[in-house]
């Protein structure tokens, strides 16, 4: 199995914080890697220099063999790494099927003179995109909602359909940030069949996620932070015991068995 996303030695700092540390690691084809830590240890800092939201201070990110270290947010998605919205991020007056059909601007290839005056390969452009949505809806599982408005949809679907709008790039590296966040048993059992059925389909996956029970049974390795620095690295089993990682989490004196609460 390759490595189609490499990170090494990547620091983040801001003035006199340094947010992410030194960090290396490697997500292979077909993987799902569990990136976890306290709050505070650079996981979203971590997701918003990967995608190019922040610049790099210092690292190499290497993306199927290719550096896109110093490469803007929009040009790294277009190659192929997407990031899923979190629902704040919805179009919460539109439609869930509008949501994702606006999405496919990242996408679009017909110039918006030939849009205005509807010419043939516009239409057939729209219609193929048309089409590509309710793709992607019915492999979520939210085509039935189609026309109902985001801000109606309850709150598992609202973070499915966050999912959907980082699935329009066609991803073949896909990072979630917190997708199980403010959901109950059920919700989040669905979001984890989804997780599981999108790598399934050939997609690789970074996980951030903050129920760490959830990490342990989605994820094929973990990798743990903390204050910046990766402190572990390995199979879910092997994290669940690593006294560092729990100490990270809870302190000396705590109940352990917090840790692996969902």
Known sequence: MGTILS???????FGGLTAVNGVDFDLREGEILGLIGPNG????????LI??????TLGRITYSGRDITDLKAHRIARLGIGRAFQSSMLFKELSVFENVYNGFHLRYRISQWKSFLHTPEAGREEEQARVEVMGILDFMG???YKDVLAQNLPHGHQKILGVCLAMVIRPRVLLLDEPLAGMHSEEAAAMGAVIGKIRDSGVSIVLVEHNVAAVMRLCDRVIVLNQGRKIAEGLPGEIAENREVIEAYLGRDE??????AP
């Open 255 to 260: 109940d352990e068995e917090r840790f692996y």
């Open 7 to 13: 990170v090494r030695n990547l620091t983040k700092a």
């Open 142 to 144: 939210i085509a039935k």
């Open 41 to 48: 240890s650079g996981k979203s800092t971590m997701f918003n």
């Open 51 to 56: 995608s190019g939201f922040l610049p790099v």
